[in-house]
């Protein structure tokens, strides 16, 4: 596994990606994602490798996870893309269970 995940997951980075202010801090989504289902999806292996490495911190082993706001900045700014369209992008898949 990258350390750069281990390290990233480790300090749950709270600003990654955002733009604005402040104080919109917490506002962005948080979803559960079917980390089975998403590992077999093509071109998201940096994706699971960051899921992973948070799941083992989280000493979770469930095949369902709770990907929170800043991680989902970090992952969607790893992957280029806006939070929203990165969230897209996982439904479209059909890995998102839910999401708030």
Do not use: C, W
């Not at 990258?2 to 962005?28: C, M, N, Q, V, Y």
């Not at 939070?83 to 898949?93: A, H, K, M, N």
Request: aromatic share 4%; proline share 4%; glycine share 8%.
């Amino acid at each position: 596994m990258d350390d750069d995940f281990l390290e990233a997951a480790a300090r749950h980075p709270s600003r990654a990606g955002r733009t604005g202010d402040e104080r919109d801090r917490g506002r962005t989504a948080a979803i559960a994602v079917d980390l089975p289902r998403l590992k077999k999806q093509e071109g998201f292996s940096s994706v699971v490798e960051y899921l992973t490495a948070i799941q083992s911190l989280r000493g979770d082993s469930s095949s369902m996870m709770f990907v929170r706001g800043d991680d989902l900045d970090a992952l969607a700014e790893r992957n280029g893309h806006p939070v929203p369209e990165f969230i897209d992008r996982l439904d479209q898949l059909g890995v998102v269970v839910s999401s708030n």
